[in-house]
């Protein structure tokens, strides 16, 4: 069965400090890959997709980037952490094909101080 | 730019008791679908209802779609404490593999 990992779980970061998260999925191949950010009290916001290694698509211009440099991984990365980054990131995968089902993963509490 | 939005924002109601969460969007779709958050974690599909379905159903879950109203409702029956979290629709607006558009949630909490 497919699983994802997502870590860490928290994470308190002084500002203008390096962000990597990191995000994997096991048990399948060619996946489409997301990172959202949730703000508190608020739905989520599509900052980046992957539909193949090496091919991310943003939807939002920002402090973040994203990379993948394997089938099954996701990276979330910033240069120098801004305050506004504070939030709720989380990670999901869908099937390449038969549909738009999203599974996420647990997300990763960020707080920027 | 939110796609989906849910009402009501809160809902309290009694364990045993029917929850209907409702949700509009703006543009067309291809299907809608309902998605469960437990405080602080992940959110876990529901329930998948494409655009020419009208009703469809899940053990308690009943979901109906009216692409003319552009509006979706989750109906929730004999309602459990388990049931508390918060509830999102989202819209697979264009298709492929370019993401969901989330509403803002309802947060469903069943008094016990």
């Known amino acids: 069965s497919q699983t994802i990992h997502q870590w860490p779980a928290t994470l308190v970061q002084p500002v203008g400090s390096p962000l990597s998260l990191e995000c994997t999925v096991e048990g399948t191949s060619n996946p489409n890959l997301y990172w959202y950010r949730q703000a508190a009290g608020r739905g989520l916001q599509l900052l980046f997709y992957s539909v193949g290694i090496g091919q991310i698509s943003s939807e939002v211009p920002q402090n973040l980037s994203a990379s993948r440099p394997q089938d099954r991984q996701f990276i979330l990365s910033s240069k120098k952490l801004l305050l506004s980054d504070s939030g709720f990131y989380l990670c999901?995968?869908?099937?390449?094909?038969?549909?738009?089902?999203?599974?996420f993963g647990q997300g990763t509490r960020l707080t920027v101080v | 730019s939110q796609q989906g939005e849910e009402d009501p924002q809160a809902l309290s109601i009694q364990e045993g008791e029917n929850a209907t969460m409702n949700c509009s969007y703006k543009?067309?779709?291809?299907?809608l679908q309902w998605y469960r958050q437990n405080s602080g974690r992940g959110l876990v599909h529901l329930i998948l209802i494409r655009s020419n379905e009208r009703e469809k159903h899940s053990g308690r879950l009943r979901v109906t779609l009216d692409t003319s109203k552009k509006s979706s409702s989750l109906l929730i029956t004999a309602s459990r404490a388990a049931d508390t979290a918060s509830y999102f629709c989202?819209?697979?607006?264009?298709?492929?593999?370019?993401?969901?558009?989330f509403g803002k949630g309802t947060h469903l909490i069943i008094q016990p």
């Open positions: 999901a995968w869908s099937p390449d094909r038969g549909g738009m089902i999203a599974f």
């Open positions: 989202a819209t697979d607006v264009r298709g492929g593999a370019d993401g969901l558009t």
């Open positions: 543009t067309s779709i291809n299907n």
